[in-house]
């Protein structure tokens, strides 16, 4: 369609200002770092969503999961990651 925008080329949310937890970057590397460790699929899951900024089903397809177990996997990871990061 004329003035269409390629996927590609559509504005995503800046993942700095969007993202649902809080802390120094130093903090937020260790603690993904810990996620990582233990919980590797919640971390890619909530990687590709708050710091990525892809969609739920975009994450789905890529890491070929249910959209719930995506959703789950990003919920659990913010669950494990606030505390942490809280201080």
């Known amino acids: 369609a004329s003035g269409s925008v390629p996927v590609s080329a559509r504005a995503r949310p800046d993942p700095r200002t969007t ?3 809080a802390g120094s970057r130093i903090d937020l590397l260790e603690a993904l770092d810990e996620l990582e460790r233990e ?3 919640q971390a890619r899951s ?5 710091l990525a ?5 975009e994450i789905a ?5 249910p959209l719930g177990t995506v959703q789950a996997r990003i919920h659990r990871a913010r669950h494990f990651l606030q505390p942490r990061l809280a201080g």
Request: glycine share 0%.
């Open 53 to 57: 900024a892809l969609s739920y089903a």
């Open 39 to 41: 919980h590797p699929e």
């Open 61 to 65: 397809e890529q890491e070929d999961a």
């Open 19 to 21: 993202s649902v937890i």
């Open 46 to 50: 909530f990687v590709l969503r708050d």
